[in-house]
T-cell receptor
Framework: AQKITQTQPGMFVQEKEAVTLDCTYDTSDPSYGLFWYKQPSSGEMIFLIY??????QNATEGRYSLNFQKARKSANLVISASQLGDSAMYFC?????????????FGAGTRLFVKA | SQTIHQWPATLVQPVGSPLSLECTVEGTSNPNLYWYRQAAGRGLQLLFYSVGIGQISSEVPQNLSASRPQDWQFILSSKKLLLSDSGFYLC??????????FGEGSRLTVL
C-alpha cells in the first residue's frame, strides 16, 4: 500500500536561511508523482512543486526545490532564503499511476516556523 | 481561469443532524473532483473522488456520501452526523494526473 511519511512535526529556521523538510514514501508502482503543498493558517492548500518518478532532474520552482532520491524513496523539499511568510504547514503527497492517477495521499505534515 | 468554491465556510451541527457541503468548479470541463477531511493538526484523508457525472469512488467506509449531479458540482452529505465527523473538509479538483487545486475549506464542528 502506498504511504507517505513526514517525520518532522515541527521545524524552526532563521529568516534568510535554507531549510529542508523531509519526506519518504513507499510504493511498488514504478510510475508515480510526488507533490508538495503549503497550508497557511488560513487553511487553504497551495501547490508548490511536482516531481515525476521518471524525471531525471530535480524539480525547482523559484525558492523551492525538490531533492529527489529515488533509490532511497525520499523527496525532500528545500526552501532557500526563508521568509516570514513561509511559516505554515507543509504536506508531501504522492499519486500512483496504477490507481488510475486519481488518488493522491498525503503525509501528516511538517509545521515550519520562520524566526525573524 | 479556473475557480473552485465550497460552502458553507463554517458550520456547527448537533449529533444526528444531516449535513450538506457543496463544491463547484468553474472554467474547466470534466475535472476530477475530490473530498478530503483534515482532523485538527493532521494530514489530509481522502474521502471520495469522482472522474465524471454520477461516478463516485469511496475511500473510507463511513456515514458520509458524495454525489456529482453536474460536471462542475460535487456534494458531500450525511444523514446523521457523528462527533467523529468534526474536521476541516476540503474540496479539490485536478485535470488528469496534474496537481490538486483546493477550495477554501469548510470547518465542521459536531456537538
Amino acid at each position: 500500500a502506498q504511504k507517505i511519511t513526514q517525520t518532522q512535526p515541527g521545524m524552526f529556521v532563521q529568516e534568510k536561511e535554507a531549510v529542508t523538510l523531509d519526506c519518504t514514501y513507499d510504493t511498488s508502482d514504478p510510475s508515480y508523482g510526488l507533490f508538495w503543498y503549503k497550508q497557511p493558517s488560513s487553511g487553504e492548500m497551495i501547490f508548490l512543486i511536482y516531481q515525476g518518478s521518471y524525471d531525471q532532474q530535480n524539480a525547482t520552482e523559484g525558492r523551492y526545490s525538490l531533492n529527489f532520491q529515488k533509490a532511497r524513496k525520499s523527496a525532500n523539499l528545500v526552501i532557500s532564503a526563508s521568509q516570514l511568510g513561509d511559516s505554515a504547514m507543509y504536506f508531501c503527497a504522492m499519486r500512483e499511476a496504477n490507481t488510475g492517477g486519481f488518488k493522491t495521499i498525503f503525509g501528516a505534515g511538517t509545521r515550519l516556523f520562520v524566526k525573524a | 481561469s479556473q475557480t473552485i468554491h465550497q460552502w458553507p465556510a463554517t458550520l456547527v451541527q448537533p449529533v444526528g443532524s444531516p449535513l450538506s457541503l457543496e463544491c463547484t468548479v468553474e472554467g474547466t470541463s470534466n475535472p476530477n473532483l475530490y473530498w478530503y477531511r483534515q482532523a485538527a493538526g493532521r494530514g489530509l484523508q481522502l474521502l471520495f473522488y469522482s472522474v465524471g457525472i454520477g461516478q463516485i469512488s469511496s475511500e473510507v467506509p463511513q456515514n458520509l456520501s458524495a454525489s456529482r449531479p453536474q460536471d462542475w458540482q460535487f456534494i458531500l452529505s450525511s444523514k446523521k452526523l457523528l462527533l467523529s465527523d468534526s474536521g476541516f473538509y476540503l474540496c479539490a479538483w485536478s485535470q488528469g494526473h496534474g496537481e490538486l487545486f483546493f477550495g477554501e475549506g469548510s470547518r465542521l464542528t459536531v456537538l
